[in-house]
């Protein structure tokens, strides 16, 4: 590690960075650390999605607005090679391909090196470490999750990385829970929380998506999604159920020992909205960054797959744990399933894939603080 | 004949009936019906309709006044499910031995909760011929016999006139004498074994609840300017009524209650092909709902009659039966959750009924013989 003066930021630490995957999450990643001068180099399953980033050697930007080309993003064809050198391992793919890539990253597991998933959603860490601690139960590595992506972004077809807010306020927890200073180095408008269970409980995709796409189910089939999402989508009642899915969110918890803030408030936080005085309809009405975004073309997508299977199932796993019912989220997930012909709540992440199978809330607590 | 209620699917059976030769009344007991609709049929001495049945006038006359219901052997009544109520609280000491009331349709236990009011009126009236629900036979079918709109104060338009229809008798043991009074009425009539079978035969239970919750933030978004089955009943939401079905048809069997699949009630109505495979194909090919535009909103008869008078006491019988209803449970808890409206409590739950801690044995015999 250097310690230089670099872009007039002081004691700047240029860090090995590894970025896995190949949509909007890892290019928004990719080019936010390559412009800050880390040392990035990119893996993705399909190697054709980076294509171009290996022809043209960097990415596209416009982040918040300014044009960038972020240069030297280096394209390994193995993992191996992307992976071995780093100090940081930014897991930036769909929460439902961790289990995947939890796979294809243990041989390469180091106690020095941190794994981040960006973002991890619910469960993320979880799933994770279970997934490499069953193939190498002796696996050493550090692990952290943001609670959604540090970034409002959409990669066009072009392959031009558009950053419309870097957000800020975001959570991230290490499991078992502490702070992680390169996690901190790479992404400094973080805020630490206080361990994954309070990162996972506050996927925000989880709470608004599923509402959106059950509830206008007919609208994203019959138009092939032409509709504004969040700003046409979001009804009043959409709102409300949105509004009920979060107060059975909060309530579990709280029987957590956390201080949760209303999906409103952390909607507020991370600048996805101006106004937090209202409800969801309020907020989503003031939602500059999603104004334009349109509905998924098919019930086939991440907002249910992701978001109810890898969202609202692991939620649930906790809501039994916490002893709190949780019919609306019940409801949503049955739906769901019934619509894509799909039994989430075995094909999702059940307690099973998070490895959290019989456990009790305290046993819970102390496993991500302290023995995971 | 009285005809009780104002609606379309009253004026539609009295131009239905007076084409046939039959002596029919209409009379309302609701006040908001007096200026709106009594007084106008009054002056204008009938009913202008359009449709299945041609088009033309027909003298009726229209009363507010309902001592003529001690004229009539049959009173039927066709109202809103929240009607029923209504009637048998305000009319309930105008019944007299041997008289037929006669829901249609009655809904989901619609006859159970008349015949509960009534007894309880018997024992409160004080004047009268004492215990009213002894001498009270009720009768009911699973669906009213036309699909039809009003078109004005004195105007009906009758889009279909159902070829099939279950008539249920409570008590089930007077089953014989009922169908004999109202098989001229509609020919077409099939008697069944209890109100329950023809209950759980209702199809609005089927095609509502689930186009309402899954497009709730296109009609809000729209005002309902779509077509609500040509377009909101898309394969997913046919995918979440079959599972309805699917459901519905495990607690029948369970009870020991006969039911014939929608698909092939809704056949045997004539409302669609005879070639239709599914849901989805039966409601793309059924012409008389074709054009049907959606609810303008969520305060409509599609959820506070369907779930409150439709899901919530199907549900109810689903818990006698012990058999697990994870689709009906989440659609009735998504409607209470996105308009606010707490439906099971609303609604048409067990204690209203009068089949609160009821067991299958119980249910059985107040089935046949009423209320001890």
Redesign the interface.
Same mark, same amino acid.
């Given at each position: 590690m250097l310690c230089t003066l670099s872009r007039g930021v002081k004691n700047f630490v240029k860090l090995k960075v590894a970025v896995i995957g190949g949509g909007n999450g890892a290019f928004a990643t990719s080019a936010d650390l390559a412009l800050n001068d880390h040392d990035v180099t990119m893996y993705n399953r399909s190697p054709e999605k980076l294509e171009l980033v290996h022809r043209r050697g960097g990415i596209n930007a416009i982040v918040e607005g300014r044009a960038q080309f972020a240069s030297k993003i280096n394209v390994a064809k193995k993992i191996g090679d992307a992976v071995s050198g780093a100090e940081v391992v930014v897991v930036a793919v769909p929460t439902t391909a961790h289990a995947y890539y939890a796979e294809l990253l243990e041989p390469w597991t180091r106690e020095d090196q941190t794994i981040l998933l960006n973002p991890g959603h619910t469960g993320g860490a979880l799933e994770f470490r279970n997934c490499i601690r069953t193939i190498n139960p002796n696996a050493k590595f550090a692990l952290c999750e943001t609670m959604t992506l540090t970034y409002i972004t959409r990669l066009s077809d072009s392959g031009t990385i558009q950053i419309f807010r870097k957000s800020k306020n975001v959570l991230y927890a290490s499991l078992p829970a502490g702070r992680n200073s390169k996690v901190e180095a790479l992404f400094p408008n973080l805020t630490l929380a206080r361990n994954v269970l309070e990162t996972s409980m506050s996927n925000i995709n989880a709470i608004c998506h599923p509402p959106?796409m059950?509830?206008?189910?007919?609208?994203v089939?019959?138009t092939k999604g032409s509709?504004l999402f969040y700003q046409?989508?979001?009804?009043?009642?959409?709102a409300?159920?949105t509004e009920?899915v979060d107060r059975e969110r909060v309530e579990i918890m709280q029987k957590m020992k956390l201080k949760p803030l209303r999906f409103v408030d952390l909607f507020y936080s991370i600048g996805s909205t101006t106004n937090n005085e209202g409800g969801v309809y309020e907020a989503m009405r003031s939602s500059e960054p999603n104004k334009t975004i349109m509905a998924p073309a098919s019930?086939d997508s991440r907002y249910i797959h992701e978001d109810i299977g890898h969202g609202l199932v692991p939620m649930t796993e906790f809501g039994k744990i916490a002893g709190v019912a949780t019919?609306?989220m019940?409801?949503?997930i049955?739906?769901a399933s019934?619509?894509?012909?799909v039994d989430y709540w075995t094909q999702g992440r059940s307690s099973k894939k998070l490895g959290i199978e019989g456990m009790d809330m305290e046993r819970l607590l102390s496993f991500v603080t302290t023995t995971a | 004949m009285t005809i009780l209620g104002a609606g379309s699917g009253a004026y539609a059976a009295a131009v239905d009936l007076k084409l046939r030769g039959f002596d029919v009344q209409l009379c309302s007991t609701f006040e908001p019906d007096a200026d709106s609709k009594i007084k106008p049929l009054q002056r204008e001495g009938g009913i202008h309709y359009t449709g299945a049945l041609g088009e033309g006038f027909q003298q009726v006359r229209a009363t507010m006044d309902p001592s003529i219901i001690r004229d009539s052997e049959l009173v039927m009544i066709i109202t809103l499910a929240n009607g029923y109520e209504h009637y048998a609280l305000t009319c309930a000491h105008l019944f007299h031995d041997g008289q037929f009331i006669f829901l249609t349709p009655g809904y989901i236990g619609g006859s159970l909760r008349f015949l509960k009011l009534i007894g309880e009126q018997g024992d409160t009236a004080g004047g009268g011929n004492g215990n009213h629900s002894g001498r009270v036979r009720i009768c009911e079918t699973n669906n009213l016999a036309y699909i039809s709109r009003q078109t004005g104060p004195t105007e009906v338009r009758i889009f279909r006139k159902s070829k099939f229809l279950q008539l249920g008798t409570l008590p089930s043991k007077y089953a014989g004498e009922a169908f004999d009074v109202v098989k001229d009425v509609y020919p077409f009539l099939v008697p069944v074994d209890s109100v329950l079978e023809s209950g759980m035969l209702n199809p609005n239970i089927v095609l509502h609840p689930a186009?309402m @919750?899954?497009?709730? *933030?296109?009609? #809000?978004?729209s005002h309902g300017g779509?077509r609500y089955y040509s #377009? *909101?009943?898309?394969?997913? @939401?046919a995918? @979440?009524m #079959? +599972?309805f079905e699917e459901e519905r048809v495990a607690v029948c069997n369970a009870l020991g209650i006969k039911t014939m699949m929608f698909l092939d009630y809704y056949k045997k109505a004539g409302y669609t092909s005879e070639e239709a495979t599914g849901i989805y194909e039966a409601l793309r090919a059924s012409e008389p709902n074709r054009e049907l535009m959606a609810p303008s909103s969520?305060d409509h008869r599609y959820l506070t009659e369907d779930v409150g008078y439709g899901l919530v006491p199907m549900k109810a019988i689903s818990e006698i039966s012990g058999v697990p209803v994870?689709?009906m +449970?989440?659609?009735v808890?998504?409607s209470s959750?996105?308009?606010?409206i707490n439906f099971e409590v609303t609604g048409l739950n067990s204690e209203k009924m009068g089949l609160h801690g009821v067991t299958v044995q119980g249910l059985n015999q107040i089935l046949r013989d009423g209320f001890s």
């Open positions: 959106g059950i509830m206008n189910a007919g609208w089939e019959h509709f046409e989508g979001f009804t009043p009642s959409v409300r159920v009920a019930l019919p609306i019940n409801g949503l049955t739906l019934k619509i894509n012909s | 186009g @919750v899954m497009n709730a *933030g296109w009609i #809000e978004a779509f #377009e *909101g009943c898309t394969r997913a @939401v995918r @979440v #079959e +599972s969520l994870p689709t +449970s989440s659609l808890h998504l959750a996105m308009t606010g």
